[in-house]
């Protein structure tokens, strides 16, 4: 697996680092307020775990799945929701993690969804990379664990057709791997 990978990026323990960094903020920033962190499955289960153990609030955790890719390195456009039921968010400030912002799609959809379908008090969005590219809809993080140009990583939760979420860094992709559909 580790020869599938062109360079690192972020090592582990630099990640857990920005972590502890993005984690002080969230914490200051929420204090007294009723905090629920919304996971986007499965690409940000391994940052959100590693975050939100740094958040020393009473949260409430709830995670979402959404099939917005289907296995190239492209995002199709249309995001659909895996679960029939959105969280009981009704009131709760909202803090939505996952793993990368590309496109924006995925992300624009799911804040769209909650907004109008679910009435939250207030809704955030915290990823752990963010490409630096234009956006097919408009969408920003207001916490972002690293910028990074747009190449296609893998690792630290972050998948190519399935493969390479458990690598504990995250490492560019060797391209001649990518098999375009
Ligand atoms: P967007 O809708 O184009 O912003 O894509 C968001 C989703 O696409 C992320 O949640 C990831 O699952 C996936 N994605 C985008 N870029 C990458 C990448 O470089 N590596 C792995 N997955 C990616
Ligand atoms: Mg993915």
């Known amino acids: 697996m580790q020869d599938d990978i062109e360079r690192i990026l972020f090592h582990a323990t630099t990640i857990l680092a920005r972590a502890d960094e993005l984690a002080a903020r969230i914490t200051a920033d929420y204090a007294g307020k009723e905090l629920t962190v ?8 391994m ?25 190239g390195t492209e995002s199709s456009g249309v995001v ?13 400030h909202i803090l939505i993690i996952d793993d990368i912002l590309d496109s ?11 907004r109008t379908e679910a009435a ?12 630096l590219k234009p956006r097919a809809q408009p969408v920003e993080a207001e916490y972002v664990g690293f910028d990074i140009g747009d190449e296609f990583v893998v690792g630290y939760g972050l998948d190519y057709a399935e493969r390479y979420r458990n690598l504990p860094f995250i490492g560019v992709l060797r391209e001649k791997l990518i098999v375009e559909s």
């Not at 940052?47 to 296995?71: E, K, N, W």
């Not at 924006?104 to 909650?114: C, P």
């Open 80 to 92: 659909t929701f895996d679960q029939l039921t959105l969280p009981d968010i009704a009131g709760r």
């Open 38 to 45: 919304i996971a986007v499955l499965n690409g940000a289960l």
């Open 120 to 131: 939250p008090a207030s809704i955030r969005i915290c990823v752990l990379l963010k490409k």
């Open 104 to 114: 924006g799609r995925t992300l624009h959809a799911i804040r769209e969804k909650l």
């Open 47 to 71: 940052f959100t775990a590693d975050l939100m153990r740094r958040i020393p609030l009473p949260l409430q955790l709830d995670c979402l799945s959404v099939a917005s890719y289907h296995g």
